[in-house]
């Protein structure tokens, strides 16, 4: 005669292995990096227009809403929104140029020009050490999104040295490359969201750039 087993008591998940679950299963959100994009492009034209001198019978501070509103706000929730995706990248560069939108809003709203004195050009010359390194990694990503870091640093560079300067000048210059990293962001925008529609790459956005060495350890 075999061994009687005794039935097995059903197992009834506790509230914290029920929310670790749902955790583990649910979906990862949509690629934000298509709005992060777009926002930075289109609130980078705007104020690069009036660098460059374009905006002719306009205030020159169509800018200033879209700072709050879009390059700001919007692109710092696509950051949010990549810290979701577990996009260290992604998280860093949107979140901290959501918040130079806003601060730069903030600071356009609030301090008179006449007290400004070079304010914009310390801003710009931190934000361009921040980029420096965001560029580096930037090549392990694809040429698109290099393409967009190696712009924007060139223009926070020549806006900082004519704003240092105080040479109307070079801030013209700025602009212009502005505008150029405003379409350069546009396009790598317009990629992500015909992948994400497609499911398939539609525009090319290139391979990295390279393939930085690692220079810890192996660990044992």
Known sequence: MGRHRPPKEDHVSTPAETAAAEAVAAPP???????GLAAFALTTFL????NAGWM?????????GYAFAYGGLIQLLAGMWEFRNRNVFGATAFSTYGGFWIGLGLWAKFIPATAAGKDVAWILLA?????????VWSSQLNM???????????TEIVL?????????GIVKVGG????ITALVAWYTSAAGV???VTGKPILPVGKPLMTLPSLGGSSS
């Open 29 to 35: 959100a949509a690629d934000p990096a298509p709005l």
């Open 127 to 135: 934000f361009a050490i921040f980029n420096t390194y965001m560029l």
């Open 160 to 168: 900082f040295i004519g704003g240092f300067a105080g040479n109307t």
């Open 144 to 154: 698109a999104v290099f393409g967009v870091f190696l712009t924007l640093e060139l």
């Open 47 to 50: 104020l690069s227009a009036a």
């Open 194 to 196: 015909g992948a994400g």
């Open 176 to 179: 212009y490359i502005g505008i």
């Open 56 to 64: 002719k019978n306009a205030s020159g501070g169509a800018w200033l």
